[in-house]
Each structure stands twice: as structure tokens, then as C-alpha cells.
Nanobody, 127 residues
Framework: VQLQASGGGFVQAGGSLRLSCAAS????????MGWFRRAPGKEREFVAA????????HYADSVKGRFTLARDNGKNTVYLEMNSLKPEDTAVYYC?????????????????????WGQGTQVTVSS
């Protein structure tokens, strides 16, 4: 599967952005999806994940209550709604796909569980 992330941009603190990740292929509904981000000088970190069915989500503590992850399997797309953005949210955001399994959703916080990655989209939040 190929992933195409979009929706990044420049926003002031307190603002909002919505990232999208569009997937190719007819098997999108069989993948758990996640978002990670990498800030300058830092390691790539987990942001949010959603089950293949959309029935369950998990968020990093740093974004909980501000970010919302949803998916539309009919459109092969996942959406990351980001509100109340902070300068520390500045990063390149990557979407990723993991083959669905019986693993705990907590396992989706780990990069190694993902097989496919998008190219990344830059989010810059000014103070």
C-alpha cells in the first residue's frame, strides 16, 4: 500500500490543522493506522493510532484531548484533526500502516509494527 500525507502548513499557536493520509489499494480496511512525528533534533515519536475498523483509538499523552484521529475506509483515508496547537507540535508528521492483528492497540505506539510509511508533511506552529 502507498500512503500520501497532506494538510500540513504554518499556523499560529492555538490554531488548528487537519492532516489527511490517503492510501492506495483495495485493502485499506485491513490496516491499523498511525501517525508519528519527528521534531528537529529529536527521534520520531508516536502521536496517535486507530484500529482498522475505527473502533478504537490511542493517543500520546502530549496530544490527548487536542488531537482526534478518524478514518473513512470508503475513501481509504485517515484524518488527524489537530486543535489548540502548540509550538512544540512543530514537526514532520508521518502516517503509517500496520497489518491488522490481535495485538493490543498499545503496540501501535511502536514504530516497528508498521510496514508502510508516507512521505511526511510539515507542521509549523509559531508562538
Amino acid at each position: 500500500v502507498q500512503l500520501q500525507a497532506s494538510g500540513g502548513g504554518f499556523v499560529q499557536a492555538g490554531g488548528s490543522l487537519r492532516l489527511s493520509c490517503a492510501a492506495s489499494g483495495r485493502t485499506f480496511g485491513t490496516y491499523d493506522m498511525g501517525w508519528f512525528r519527528r521534531a528537529p533534533g529529536k527521534e520520531r515519536e508516536f502521536v496517535a493510532a486507530i484500529r482498522w475498523s475505527g473502533s478504537n483509538t490511542h493517543y500520546a499523552d502530549s496530544v490527548k484531548g487536542r488531537f482526534t484521529l478518524a478514518r473513512d475506509n470508503g475513501k481509504n483515508t485517515v484524518y488527524l484533526e489537530m486543535n489548540s496547537l502548540k509550538p512544540e507540535d512543530t514537526a514532520v508528521y508521518y502516517c503509517a500502516a500496520a497489518i491488522k492483528s490481535a495485538r493490543s492497540i498499545l503496540a501501535l505506539t511502536i514504530r516497528q509494527h508498521y510496514r508502510y510509511w508516507g512521505q511526511g508533511t510539515q507542521v509549523t506552529v509559531s508562538s
